[in-house]
């Protein structure tokens, strides 16, 4: 079998785990790239927004791809703004952008999220936006320049796993680009199925930083990922209905 | 059992006395605490009304155990769910409601806990707030410092390491107006990466110019939501205007604020009453504002500086702990404080259960970082404190005992955009 990689603004990668930024600490870090195999590592700006002593920055080891989020944005503009002082604080070109106008639930704001993608596309950043799984909404910021597209699975934080199931799927089936599921997914059994249908990558953090052991919660998360990842390779076995199936099939009596 | 609040100073002219002791004892002699004065901003809204309705008709004795049981077993808490866990049925349940915040404030907060420092710029005051180390008839060192006094502070803060301030004033618009904090807000700009605001109320264009010089919070404690009481204990001033102050989030809100702290002084009156009320004015103003920012604090009376009996009365650490975890519980996603007022000790074992923010390196005088900071005795003047602090822990020895908790110290984490 050949390396299975994935590809996101020019640049190739093995692992499909990517760690949100929600809680941060040096020992979370450690895990998510010794033990669940990080690449890529998402920096909310307003975190790296401080002196050197406390920046996140020197907790990133070398080799690691830094994905600055643009969290505390209340709309395009101010994601855009975010977005450039990443650039300059040297973050690189990628950049995930989080719209909220909520602070309670933190829903991403599809509309203004758009807007944003647009802007920042042109201006050469691999935009990554965090949205609600709504079809439409996937084309626009396609149409826009994304590089990916990150819809929720639930509320972020809340660990409840896949409960938009159905509309990214449909994103899977109908966007060409990689969809990697954001926000939300609690257990490895989640991420595992998350890729199983075909998801190109998961990025959690909440899951991880709230466990009990660290270390082996990230180790479960690589593997769920890896395992889901080659059944949905494989292509999944049918799974069979309740009860047997009919003996005499229905279209029997078709002659000719 | 009640504090003893009125104290009377010898230095004192007779005709101040004389006056002090009718606002004391004659309520005709005291000016309506619920009419607004003139200047004052006047806003649409239904929150007030609504906190009020669930306040009044709140009688947690109808509360039982068999509540706070279904409470606590419910997946989101609703304002019935709330109204158990405050009651008196519930402190048998500490435990559980402790294991419960725990669980919530991981969800949204991971392990983080931020960290900052207030500043004191001036304790002049125009009001008679009974409990209050600024109040206008307590003799205390009067200060109001210059641009460059300010900056000087704001410096040895930042050498600290802090990065985030919380500038305050004692509430005179006659000494320390509008133009001046805004002015300090500049200044703060330069040295801390966030800023916020604890001053008298202001009107919303007010706000608004705070803003632009680079505040994005602002703190207004309503003291007590109970309005009869409020009355008995705001004896002068514009702070006896109860329903001014009440807005004054939303006001701050419509003038751009980021983000507003709420909170009532626990042992005024009906503690849970009132934490009853604080939650609630949380609540409905987020509903209105979903994009705002929200945090309580839940600060206890403290003595104060000619009257070192001045204490909490019946709220002891296991009720603040009962109200802490219950605003925890119903309102997952707001920022909760724990000043210095708190014992260390205290403050070490609620970090772990629901408070967010702890302030460290505190002083509530005026212009006596230097000295606090360094020891170094200082010639300068200084200006007395608005309460005693309890835990006075600097940044360093701070940071230090949250991350020995398995926590993760934050020193920032906003952006001014």
């Known amino acids: ?256 | 059992m009640e504090n003893q609040f009125f104290v009377d100073s010898q230095y004192l002219s007779p005709e101040a006395l004389e006056k002090k002791h009718r606002l004391e004892t004659d309520p005709a002699f005291r000016k309506s605490h619920m009419e607004y004065l003139p200047g004052m901003e006047q806003i649409e809204s239904d929150v007030c009304a609504n906190v009020l309705a669930h306040m009044d008709s709140y009688d947690y004795s109808k509360y039982t155990a068999r509540d706070v049981k279904a409470a606590l077993e419910h997946e989101s808490c609703s304002i019935e769910d709330f109204k158990a866990l405050l009651s008196p049925a519930a402190e048998l349940f500490l435990e559980e409601m402790a294991q419960r915040a725990r669980l919530e404030t991981g969800k949204h907060f991971g392990n983080t806990v931020y960290l900052f420092t207030p500043l004191y710029i001036a304790n002049y005051c125009e009001n008679y707030c009974v409990y209050c180390g600024f109040n206008c008839y307590n003799h205390i060192q009067r200060m109001k410092l210059s641009m460059e006094q300010i900056e000087h502070e704001m410096q040895i803060i930042a050498e600290s390491g802090m990065e985030e301030i919380l500038i305050l004033t004692g509430e005179s618009r006659g000494q320390s107006d509008v133009h001046y904090i805004g002015e300090a807000c500049r200044l703060a700009r330069k040295y801390f990466r966030m800023v916020g605001l604890e001053i008298y109320p202001v009107n919303t264009d007010e706000y608004r110019y705070l803003h632009e010089c680079g505040a994005d919070y602002v703190t207004v404690f309503q003291e007590t939501y109970d309005r009869d009481k409020y009355e008995s204990l705001h004896l002068l001033g514009h702070k006896r205007v109860w329903p001014y102050r009440f807005d004054s989030q939303e006001r701050a809100l419509r003038g751009g604020m980021r983000g507003v702290a709420f909170s009532a002084l626990l042992g005024l009156s009906d503690f849970r009453k009132d934490a009853l009320a604080s939650a609630l004015h949380v609540y409905f103003l987020q509903r209105k504002y979903p994009h705002a920012e929200m945090s309580l604090s839940c600060p206890r009376l403290r003595p104060i500086i000619n009257n070192e009996k001045i204490n909490p009365l019946d709220v002891h650490e296991k009720q603040l702990c009962q109200i802490i975890c219950a605003y925890r519980i119903f309102l997952p996603f707001v920022g909760i404080t724990v000043s210095s007022r708190e014992s260390a000790s205290f403050r070490n074992g609620i970090v772990k259960i629901a408070a967010t923010k702890v302030s460290a390196g505190v002083s509530t005088g005026i212009g006596d970082h230097e000295s606090k900071y360094s020891g170094k005795e200082s010639q300068a003047a200084q200006g007395d404190e608005q309460f005693e602090i309890d835990d006075d822990r600097s940044l360093e020895r701070m940071y230090q005992d949250i991350a020995e908790e398995g926590l993760q110290p934050v020193l920032n984490d906003y952006l001014y955009v």
């Open chain 1, 1 to 256: 079998m050949q390396t299975d990689t994935w590809k996101l603004g020019g640049q190739e990668f093995h692992s499909r785990f990517i760690l949100g930024s929600g809680k941060y600490s040096l020992n979370l870090i450690e895990a998510a790239v010794r033990d669940a195999g990080a690449e890529i590592i998402t920096l909310a700006v307003r975190r790296a927004n401080t002196k050197e002593q406390e920046s996140i920055l020197d907790y990133i080891p070398e080799g690691i791809t830094l994905l600055p989020n643009t969290s505390g944005a209340r709309d395009a503009t101010e994601a855009v703004r975010i977005a450039r002082l990443a650039r300059e604080l040297g973050c690189g070109n990628f950049v995930k952008i989080e719209i909220m106008r909520d602070s309670k639930y933190l829903l991403p704001d599809n509309q203004e999220t758009i807007k944003a993608t647009e802007i920042l596309a042109k201006e050469g950043f691999v935009v990554m936006p965090y949205m609600y799984p709504d079809l439409n909404v996937a084309r626009d910021l396609v149409n826009a320049g994304a590089a990916t597209i990150m819809p929720l699975a639930s509320p972020i934080g809340s660990n409840k796993g896949l409960a938009t199931r159905e509309f990214i799927q449909i994103l899977i089936d109908e966007i060409d680009l990689p969809i990697i599921v954001d926000a939300g997914i609690g257990r490895p059994s989640q991420a595992c199925e998350a890729m199983e249908m075909g998801a190109a990558a998961i990025m959690a953090n909440t899951a991880l930083a709230t466990a009990g052991d660290l270390p082996l919660m990230a180790a479960a998360f690589r593997q769920a990922i890896e395992a889901g990842r080659k059944a949905y390779l494989s292509g999944l076995g049918r799974v069979l209905s309740r009860g047997a199936s009919a003996s005499d099939p229905l279209t029997g009596f078709l002659r000719d």
